[in-house]
């Protein structure tokens, strides 16, 4: 189903789509490109495809931008995403304003250069004032590490006498996460033929429908996406009960 099927079937979209932005270095490898000519390439994707989100009126949209494995990968190619990061938050600061949409970044901001740190922040305090579509990038984020996290707030709670082991429930530690009051993703893309989970959103995937395609992140255009929205259509979302 492509683009104009879908607007004209009028699907509604799911509310909460996550992608992992995966395959920047093969696109610039089969270009005789630097990877990080890819993950340029891979963040003006990102621009356009949240550009498409919010017109079709999806609520969140969260990107899995830089994992707690990330910084295994060069100096060179670790300080050009950052670079990226930079210059994307910089941006997107005025588009908040002008367009009330919010973008928050989930993951361990602990390793994170102060000056970005700080972009981070205030992206954050914007959007406190709007109500719009979401962005979260997912930044040094894991999702074992994000559990992880949580558990240990919990415990410093109780150890503070603050909480009972016995008051947490499954609701009380979904509020402990990165992703704190955002639901969870009905769809969950991945591109470039990789088919893993990668340690992204692993809490909150529990009952997300998966997509996978061949095409590489740079590559990616809203035609993909209706195709991703057509297939998720098509899915039997049973939630562990039974057909009716
Ligand atoms: C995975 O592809 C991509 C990354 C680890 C970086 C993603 C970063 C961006 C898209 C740029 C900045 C983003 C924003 C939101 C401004 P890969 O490098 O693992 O590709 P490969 O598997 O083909 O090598």
């Known amino acids: 189903m492509d683009l104009f099927t879908r607007k004209t079937q009028k699907l509604p ?50 990107v899995y931008a830089f994992s707690t494995e990330n910084w295994k990968r060069s100096r060179e ?11 994307y938050l910089h941006e997107a600061i005025d588009e908040m304003e002008q367009d009330h949409i919010r973008l928050k970044v989930l993951g361990d901001l602990s390793r994170i250069s102060p000056e970005l740190r700080a972009l981070i922040e205030r992206t954050a305090e914007i959007s406190t004032h709007y ?28 150890a503070a006498g603050e909480k009972k082991p016995e008051e947490l429930t499954e ?29 992204f959103l692993l809490w909150q995937s529990a009952y997300s429908e998966y997509y996978f395609t061949d095409v590489l992140w740079p590559d990616f255009d809203e035609r993909e996406l209706d195709r991703a ?9 049973r939630f562990g009960g039974v057909k009716k």
């Not at 920047?24 to 890819?38: D, F, V």
């Not at 993950?39 to 009126?57: D, L, V």
Request: proline share 5%.
């Open 131 to 158: 109500d719009g579509f979401q962005a979260n990038v997912c930044i040094n984020y894991g999702g074992r590490d994000e559990i992880v996290h949580a558990a240990r707030r919990f415990a410093a709670q109780c």
């Open 13 to 62: 979209p799911p509310e909460h789509i996550a992608i992992i932005m995966d395959g920047n270095g093969r696109w610039a490898k089969k270009r005789g490109l630097p990877r990080t000519a890819g993950h340029a390439a891979g963040a003006e994707t990102f621009r356009r495809i949240a550009t498409y989100c919010r017109s079709i009126g999806v609520k969140y949209l969260t």
């Open 77 to 87: 190619e670790v300080e050009c995403i950052m670079a990226l990061f930079e210059k």
């Open 229 to 237: 929205i057509a297939a998720y259509h098509k899915r039997d979302r």
């Open 171 to 199: 609701e009380a530690f979904g509020g402990l996460l990165y992703t704190a009051g955002i639901p969870d993703p009905e769809l969950i893309i991945r591109p470039s033929g990789e088919e893993r989970v990668s340690n």
